[in-house]
């Protein structure tokens, strides 16, 4: 892994929790979801007819991927609803790193070092550990993030080898979210009628805000995949928890336990072994 690709999973990472942590403060979380999803689409749809177009092969690929992405967003608005955000977003993106490692070892064929299995083990390990015990949460929320977790994985592998066969990186993940915010949109339309078009009319800066960056965080991570193991870049971008936690100290004054910062640098440390392994 080169450095400029190290660096630019980061530098997704680093976008990952910001649009993250505009969800994070919205009062309708669910309406914000598909703001930024749908503000993804329509950024994709202004850039793609500039841009060179994926590979035919890569197009059943695409599709699966805008389908399991719907998933996503839906699994992610019904689990922060049934629990605490602290712990839904660690169990989904704490628990993926290990399936697509092990399902890229096995399908995509892999095979990793063993400094790289205890990079993926370490980053996986402080996530979870980030699970306040103390919070108790709604057992349907914590199993849909559970659920969620095998949605992330599946839609990340399906992206590691449709992105390579594409041979446009850019333009193969802008047609994943076009397709992924439309549906989306509609069916936020149908569902809110009366909520939705004032909540949009009222928050479209940050839904544009947060449609590039998560367009430009998957981007990112979409290219890190043709020049590095799949594994070892998903395991890199749950980084994006020590970036929401800084953000959160820092930006949105929340009250950091030294637990928390314990295993914010438990995932340091595992980014570091990765880069060393890599």
Not at 73 to 101: E, N
Request: glycine share 8%; net charge positive; hydrophobic share 60%.
């Amino acid at each position: 892994m080169p450095v400029v690709v190290f660096g630019a999973v980061l530098l997704a990472a680093v976008l990952h929790a910001a649009w993250n942590a505009l969800v994070k403060n919205a009062d309708d979380k669910f309406l914000t979801t598909v703001i930024v999803a749908a503000s993804a689409a329509l950024l994709a749809a202004i850039a793609l007819p500039f841009l060179k177009q994926p590979d035919p092969a890569s197009w059943p690929y695409i599709g699966t991927s805008a389908v399991i992405h719907v998933g996503y967003f839906v699994l992610i608005a019904f689990a922060y609803h049934l629990a605490d955000m602290s712990q839904t977003y660690p169990l989904m993106r704490g628990t993926a790193p290990f399936l697509v490692a092990l399902a890229g070892a096995f399908l995509l064929r892999e095979p990793l070092s063993s400094k790289a299995w205890i990079g993926i083990s370490l980053i996986s390990l402080g996530v979870l550990s980030m699970v306040s015990v103390k919070q108790e949460g709604d057992g349907k929320g914590i199993a849909l993030a559970l659920f969620n977790a095998v949605v992330i994985a599946g839609y990340t592998l399906v992206d590691g080898y449709g992105v390579r066969l594409s041979e446009a990186p850019v333009a193969y993940t802008l047609w994943v979210f076009l397709i992924t915010g439309i549906p989306l949109a509609c069916g936020s339309l149908v569902m809110n009628r009366a909520t939705a078009g004032p909540h949009a009319r009222s928050n479209w800066r940050m839904g544009l805000l947060g449609g590039f960056g998560t367009l430009a965080a998957y981007s990112l991570v979409l290219w890190a995949m043709t020049a590095a193991p799949v594994a070892v870049v998903a395991a890199l971008r749950e980084t994006s928890i020590l970036f929401g936690t800084v953000i959160s100290a820092l930006v949105l004054n929340e009250r950091i336990n030294g637990n928390r910062w314990a295993a914010v640098c438990i995932i340091a440390l595992g980014a570091i072994v990765l880069r060393i392994a890599s």
